[in-house]
């Protein structure tokens, strides 16, 4: 896969953000999308409690997961499992937090370890966890991001913070069906940004840029040399 792609998911992402397969996007335009609807709750969902704690501390490094707050996803949405001293907020997202035009929105297979900042588990999370929210509620697609278009229109979810970001440097996680876990990255949470202002998508740049809709920003990706766990990547096809 190159690295280059045309579309990327922020949890968005996840997720996170996360880096969408420009060939399954033209599907999921032309209406032949590989995961149309939501699949039965129970595929979402780890059976072991446990297991999702120890997959979301992948998120991030050590010294930051150990001590942030843990969330897991029950059939009432995402709920503290463990709880944190340093603010931040490590979590397994699901394919759900993806952009509008992620053609796995409803894969079940999805497991993405996303670990955010103060500023964006304030800012960024409730969007998250609204999400959930609906999905779990039996929302369509669309449905998901009208409500959330409306609820940013009244403020009843908060526009995002000052310094908001996230890691993203699981080995472990399931981005999606072409990616895998892809790369350890962390990524930057901005009020709707032009790319070209960090150098985003240029030839040879080391930053990605997309779009969250409608989450109203920018998000900045910058892959990093190393996994959580500290083994360096390998940099391979993907």
Not at 3 to 16: C, D, E, P, Q, T
Not at 196 to 218: C, H, Q, Y
Request: hydrophobic share 45%; net charge neutral; aromatic share 10%.
């Amino acid at each position: 896969m190159e690295v280059r792609l045309a579309k990327w998911i922020g949890l968005s992402v996840f997720v996170s953000a996360l880096l969408l397969n420009p060939g399954l996007q033209a599907r999921a335009q032309q209406g032949d999308a590989p995961y149309p609807n939501m699949a039965p709750l129970e595929q979402y969902l780890m059976a072991d409690r446990n297991a999702e704690i120890a997959l979301a501390r992948t998120a991030a490094p050590k010294a930051i997961s150990d001590n942030a707050e843990i969330m897991v996803l029950d059939r009432e949405g995402y709920k503290t499992a463990v709880k944190g001293t340093n603010g931040f907020v490590c979590m397994v997202e699901r394919g759900w937090t993806g952009g509008l035009d992620f053609a796995e929105f409803w894969n079940p297979k999805n497991r993405s370890p996303i670990c955010f900042n103060p500023p964006a588990a304030r800012s960024y999370l409730p969007i998250t966890m609204a999400k959930t929210k609906l999905a779990i509620a039996g929302k369509s697609k669309a449905e998901i991001f009208e409500a959330i278009e409306a609820a940013l229109d009244k403020k009843e979810l908060p526009a995002i913070e000052a310094g908001a970001m996230s890691y993203m440097m699981s080995k472990e996680g399931y981005l999606n069906d072409h990616a895998g876990h892809w790369r350890p990255h962390v990524m930057f949470f901005v009020p709707f940004t032009e790319a070209k202002a960090w150098g985003a998508n240029l030839p040879d740049s080391p930053i990605f840029a997309g779009e969250e809709v409608p989450n109203r920003m920018t998000v900045f990706m910058v892959p990093v040399s190393k996994w959580s766990d500290g083994t360096a990547d390998s940099g391979d096809k993907h």
